[in-house]
């Protein structure tokens, strides 16, 4: 069975800092992870995904996650804060055998203070 | 391209009646989840279709949730009788693989329907 932990159901960070969301998996076979970002009374939209090709992936608005099997995480980083960016994140796992469904971390809500 | 779309946005109801939400997937895609969001927590897979045909329903409490979708498009998800535990966020979310490997596509959610049972 796969599952997500998220570290830290809240980060805050000042507006131009460096933001840290810390998700691990726990997977039996290589998995695919995502991270999604939830805006208030919105649905969850992607921001990028790890498919095994780079380890490094860029999604949108400047963030980037790196896959560390070793250490079996995939932490979603932006050099700098934007106060557009205060929202929900959450980190999901899937497999190639899991017929698309992706099991999701309980979140971390991220808040940029001025 | 329209979103996926869900209805209603919001409803209140007393324990023991029932609800029934609504989903129109994006047009193409063959997978349909619902998924329910308690306040605080990850959304959890309630069901999955593959056109009309059942998936995975092991996460689906089948006493009281139903879920069906007729013709492969629009799906309904109903709870009958609802308790207080029941009050969340359903998600309903679709995805099409034709250009990723098979698990590895992204889900496309709607703004989810917000139920509150008192």
């Known amino acids: 069975a796969q599952s997500v932990t998220q570290l830290g159901s809240h980060v805050s960070v000042s507006e131009g800092a460096l933001v840290l969301l810390r998700c691990n998996y726990s997977?039996?076979?290589?998995?695919?992870l995502f991270w999604y970002v939830q805006y208030p009374n919105q649905g969850l939209q992607l921001l990028l995904k790890y498919t095994s090709a780079a380890t490094l992936v860029k999604g949108i608005n400047g963030f980037e996650a790196e896959f560390k099997k070793s250490e079996t995480s995939f932490h979603l980083t932006k050099p700098s804060a934007h106060m557009s960016d205060a929202a929900e994140y959450f980190c999901a796992v899937s497999y190639s055998g899991s017929a698309g469904k992706s099991t999701f971390g309980d979140g971390t809500t991220l808040t940029v203070k001025p | 391209e329209a979103g996926v779309a869900q209805s209603p946005r919001y409803k209140i109801i007393e324990k023991r009646q029932s609800v029934a939400f609504w989903c129109n997937p994006i047009s193409g895609h063959a997978t349909l989840y619902w998924y329910q969001q308690i306040l605080g927590q990850g959304p959890k897979l309630l069901i999955q279709?593959?056109?009309?045909?059942?998936?995975?329903d092991s996460q689906l409490p089948k006493d009281r949730f139903s879920a069906e979708r007729l013709k492969g498009v629009d799906s309904t998800l109903k709870i009958q009788p609802a308790k207080l535990e029941d009050s969340a966020v359903y998600l309903c979310?679709?995805?099409?693989?034709?250009?990723?490997?098979?698990?590895?596509?992204?889900?496309?959610f709607g703004e989810g329907s917000r139920l509150t049972v008192l």
């Open positions: 997977s039996s076979v290589p998995p695919y």
């Open positions: 279709f593959q056109n009309n045909g059942v998936v995975d």
């Open positions: 979310a679709s995805s099409s693989y034709r250009d990723s490997p098979p698990g590895a596509g992204e889900l496309f």
